[in-house]
C-alpha cells in the first residue's frame, strides 16, 4: 500500500462534498464544481434568482459570516489534562476547557452521528449577561489571548448591551454556527434541549427552524422557575422555556417513570390496572363512528380472583351475556377499539386476555382494557418544585459550593430531560456547561436506573469574576468550579454506594477526563506575498518540519486520534512485544480498525520487521523516524501514514 503524509486538512466539510458528489457526480471535474451543471441538476429544487422574490426566513446583519464561521475549520487541538480529573485510565465521561465553537469543530470528525442527546444553557441575551464575542478572522487566536494563554493583553466575554444597535443580531450570530456544528453531531435519533427566556425564544424558535428543521420541533415547554415571580415587573413573570427539537421526525421521545404506581391489579402477565374499553367522549357515538359499535360477549361462568370475566366477540353460550356501549343514559356510545384490535387482545384465559368483563353493583356490564403501561407522556408544562432555579442553587449549596457560580440549573430538569432524551448507553453533550449541572444529573441519572450514559461538557475558562466568592475561595476560572462540582458530585456518588450492604451488579461509572484546547501540534503554514527570494527560502527552511518545535508526544497522540475519527475516551495501550519502540495502540467501540503509534525520532528495524497489521488497521509514525527503504517494507504491511 501506498505510505501517505498524515496532517490536518482543517476541514470537515469533506462528508457533504462527497455526499453532492453522489448526488450530482457530473457536476465535478477535476475535483471542482462546475456551478452550471449543478445548477441543472438540481432544476426545480434552486430559488429563483429575481432579487423581487422575498422568502420567508430568519435573516439579520451578519448572518453570512456567522454562516461562514462554522465553515471556517479550526486550526487547535484538544490536549491531555492528566490529573485533573478521576479514573482517567478507565472513565469514558470527557470535561473539555476551552472555547465551544472551536471545540465543536475539533469533534466533528471523531463524533460525527453519535450524540443522542445535547443539552444546553445558552446566555439569555438580558443586556447584562455575556455573550461570547466570535471574531470572525482567527478564532483560535481570539481565544488563546483572551483566556490569556498568549502574549497580548487578555480579552474577556463582552456584555452584549441593549443600546448597543445589534443587540439580537450578536446573539443570533454567536447562536447559529454552534447550532449549525451540533446538528453535525447528533445521531438520527438524536434530540436537543435549549433553556431560554422571553428574551431570545422568538430568534431562536426560528433558528433551530433553519438548522434542525421546523418538521422536528417537538415543544416548546413551559418551566415554572420562579414560583414568586419576578415582581418588580407589570406582570410578575414565573416561567423560562425549555425548547425541544430531534433530528428527524420519526425520533420519539422517551416517557416517564410513574412515582406512584397505579397498575394495583395482576395477572399472568403482570400488573395492571382497568380502563373502560367504551369511548367516553360524547364527541363519538354510533352516529358517526358506526364501526366502533357492536356486541361483546361475557361468560359469567369464567371469572378470576379480582372478579373480571372472560369475553369474546361470538356468543359461546346461552349464558353469555351482550355487552353494547352504551353510557350512563342509555345513549349509543362506541368503542375505543375496533373489531380487529379487540380480538387481538382476547385471550380465552382470563388470565392472560387484555380485554375483560366485570359487573356492576346495578347489574350491569362494563368492558374493560387491561392496561399495563408504567409510564407516562410528558407535559408541555413543568411545575414541580424540583425544577424552579431556586433548586439549583441549592443543589450546588449541597455540594459546598454555594454562591460561588450565578443562575445555576436545577439538577431535576436536566435529568428529566435526560430521561425523556436519552437511553442507557448514549452520550450526551453540553457545551455550555457553565457549573456542569448536567454532569451532576447525568452521573446521578446513571445511579438511579443503573445506565452507562457518558457525558461531554464543554465551559471556556473564563476567569471568575475579581472579588467574587469564587476567587475568594481559589477558583481563578469558571471551569475550576465545574470541575470540582463533579469530583464532589462523584464523592456523594461513592459515599451513597459505600453505605449500600449490596450493590448488585451496579457498574456506573465515576470519573472523568479533563481535555484543554490549546494550538494544534501541527505548523500552520504561513503565507507569503512579498517579493524577496531570502525571506522565501527562509519561510520553506522554516516549514520542513511540520510540526511546532514544542510538540510533546502525548498531545500529538491525542491530536491523531481526533484527526483519525477516533473517540477521546479511545483505549490506549502501550505494546510490550516491540522492545526498542515505544508503540501505542488504540481502539474504539465506534472503529472496526486500530491504529498502531510510533512517536519516537526512530523507528528500529526490528519494531518494522516485527510489525503486525491487520487488513484495515493503520501504523502511524514520524516521517524522519524511518528511511526510504524502510518505507517500502512497512508498504508492504499494510496502510502506513507519516508525519
Known amino acids: 500500500m501506498p505510505i501517505e503524509k498524515l496532517r490536518p486538512s482543517f476541514s470537515f ?117 455575556f455573550v461570547y464575542d466570535d471574531n470572525f478572522t482567527e478564532p483560535l487566536e481570539e481565544y488563546l489571548r483572551r483566556t490569556r494563554q498568549i ?20 446573539w443570533l450570530s454567536m447562536m447559529y454556527p454552534r447550532l449549525r456544528l451540533a446538528w453535525n453531531l447528533l445521531s438520527d435519533e438524536g434530540v436537543i434541549f435549549i433553556s431560554i427566556d422571553d428574551n431570545e425564544v422568538h430568534n431562536l424558535r426560528q433558528l433551530l427552524n433553519e438548522t434542525f428543521g421546523e418538521e422536528n420541533f417537538i415543544a416548546q415547554i413551559i418551566v415554572q422557575s420562579n414560583k414568586r415571580g419576578q415582581t418588580y415587573k407589570d406582570i410578575a413573570k414565573t416561567h423560562e422555556y425549555l425548547i425541544c427539537y430531534t433530528k428527524n421526525i420519526d425520533v420519539k421521545l422517551n416517557e416517564l417513570q410513574k412515582e406512584n404506581n397505579d397498575l394495583n391489579l395482576s395477572d399472568d402477565i403482570g400488573n395492571f390496572n382497568l380502563r373502560e374499553l367504551r369511548n367516553r367522549n360524547p364527541k363519538f357515538g354510533r352516529f358517526n363512528r358506526p364501526n366502533l359499535f357492536y356486541p361483546i360477549y361475557a361468560d ?3 371469572i378470576d380472583a379480582n372478579g373480571l370475566c372472560s369475553v369474546s366477540l361470538n356468543s359461546k353460550s346461552k349464558s353469555s351475556v351482550e355487552i353494547l356501549p352504551f353510557n350512563s343514559k342509555g345513549e349509543e356510545s362506541c368503542w375505543r377499539w375496533g373489531k380487529t384490535l379487540t380480538l387481538k387482545n382476547i385471550d380465552k384465559e382470563v388470565s392472560k386476555s387484555n380485554v375483560v368483563a366485570k359487573q ?5 356490564w362494563n368492558v374493560f382494557e387491561k392496561y399495563r403501561k408504567g409510564t407516562y407522556k410528558a407535559k408541555s408544562i413543568w411545575d414541580e418544585t424540583e425544577v424552579i432555579n431556586e433548586q439549583g442553587t441549592l443543589d450546588l449549596k449541597n455540594l ?30 453540553d457545551f455550555f456547561a457553565g457549573s456542569a449541572t448536567t454532569a451532576q444529573a447525568l452521573l446521578e441519572s446513571n445511579l438511579s436506573d443503573n445506565s452507562n450514559r457518558k457525558f461531554i461538557c464543554i465551559q471556556i475558562d473564563e476567569e471568575t469574576p475579581t472579588d467574587s466568592s469564587a476567587k475568594l475561595a481559589h477558583f481563578e476560572k469558571i471551569t475550576d468550579i465545574s470541575k470540582q462540582r463533579i469530583r464532589l458530585t462523584i ?65 500529538l497522540l491525542n491530536e491523531i486520534l481526533l484527526m483519525e475519527g477516533f473517540l477521546l475516551d479511545s483505549k490506549i495501550e502501550i505494546i510490550k512485544d516491540y522492545k526498542k519502540n515505544k508503540v501505542k495502540q488504540v481502539i474504539s467501540d465506534f472503529c472496526e480498525h486500530k491504529l498502531l503509534i510510533c512517536l519516537d ?30 518505507k517500502v517494507t512497512l508498504a508492504d504491511k499494510g496502510l502506513i501514514k507519516t508525519i
Open 491 to 555: 464523592q456523594k456518588i461513592e459515599k451513597e454506594l459505600a453505605k449500600r450492604k449490596s450493590k448488585g451488579n451496579l457498574d456506573v461509572d465515576l470519573g472523568f477526563r479533563v481535555f484543554h484546547l490549546n494550538k494544534s501540534n501541527y505548523l500552520a503554514w504561513s503565507e507569503y506575498k512579498g517579493s524577496n527570494l531570502k525571506d522565501l527560502e527562509d519561510l520553506f527552511s522554516s516549514q520542513e518540519s511540520s510540526l511546532i518545535n514544542d510538540w510533546k508526544s502525548e498531545n
Open 300 to 302: 359469567p361462568n369464567d
Open 360 to 364: 356492576r353493583r346495578d347489574g350491569g
Open 400 to 429: 459546598g459550593l454555594k454562591d460561588y457560580f450565578d443562575f445555576p440549573k436545577p439538577v431535576e430538569l436536566i435529568k428529566k430531560s435526560i430521561l425523556l432524551g436519552s437511553d442507557k448507553d448514549d452520550i450526551i453533550l
Open 601 to 630: 525520532k526512530k523507528v528500529h528495524s526490528d519494531t518494522i520487521n516485527n510489525l503486525q497489521l491487520g487488513d484495515t488497521d493503520i501504523f502511524i509514525c514520524l516521517d524522519n523516524a524511518i528511511t526510504d527503504e524502510e
Open 13 to 129: 466539510d469533506e462528508e457533504r462534498i462527497k455526499q453532492l458528489k453522489q448526488i450530482a457526480p457530473e457536476a465535478f471535474a477535476d475535483n471542482q464544481v462546475n456551478w452550471e451543471v449543478l445548477k441543472e441538476a438540481l432544476g426545480n429544487y434552486l430559488e429563483e434568482d429575481d432579487v423581487d422574490v422575498e422568502h420567508f426566513g430568519l435573516f439579520w446583519p451578519g448572518k453570512r459570516e456567522a454562516r461562514r464561521m462554522a465553515s471556517i475549520p479550526s486550526k487547535g487541538t484538544l490536549i491531555p489534562c492528566p490529573g485533573e480529573g478521576i479514573d482517567e485510565e478507565n472513565t469514558r465521561n470527557i470535561f473539555i476547557e476551552g472555547e465551544n465553537l472551536e471545540v465543536l469543530k475539533i469533534l466533528q470528525k471523531s463524533y460525527a452521528g453519535r450524540i443522542k442527546m445535547i443539552y444546553i444553557d445558552p446566555p439569555y441575551n438580558t443586556g447584562n449577561d
Open 151 to 170: 502574549d497580548e493583553e487578555g480579552k474577556p466575554l463582552t456584555t452584549n448591551k441593549k443600546s448597543d444597535g445589534r443587540f439580537h443580531s450578536k
